[in-house]
């Protein structure tokens, strides 16, 4: 079975378990789980808040993931030549 597909069948068992199991299944990834939380200062928070209004407000576009990409692209050749 491939990773993918577990993921999806512990996904939807998570949504259906009783708490009894949920706590359980929990307990044994803890620590695991406390390692991947990021803990954002407020003053990225501010900055973040401040990106969402200006987008909201007009202030601000958006790219494209691929244009994003093409963007890196061209200035990592630009640096390396």
Same mark, same amino acid.
């Given at each position: &079975?491939?990773? *993918?597909? @577990?993921?999806?069948?512990?996904?939807?068992?998570?949504? $259906?378990?009783?708490?009894?199991?949920? =706590?359980? $299944?929990?307990? &044994? $990834?803890?620590?695991?789980?406390?390692?991947?939380? @990021?803990?954002? *200062?407020?003053?990225?928070?501010?900055?973040?808040?401040?990106?969402?209004?200006?987008?909201?407000?007009?202030?601000?576009?958006?790219?494209?993931?691929?244009?994003? =990409?093409?963007?890196?692209?061209?200035?990592?050749?630009?640096?390396?030549?």
């Amino acid at each position: &079975m491939t990773t *993918t597909a @577990i993921r999806q069948r512990l996904h939807n068992y998570l949504e $259906i378990a009783n708490e009894k199991k949920i =706590k359980a $299944i929990y307990t &044994m $990834i803890e620590g695991d789980v406390e390692d991947t939380l @990021i803990d954002y *200062t407020n003053e990225l928070k501010t900055e973040l808040d401040k990106r969402l209004t200006d987008y909201q407000g007009g202030k601000m576009k958006m790219i494209t993931a691929k244009d994003s =990409k093409a963007r890196v692209a061209k200035l990592l050749n630009k640096k390396f030549k």
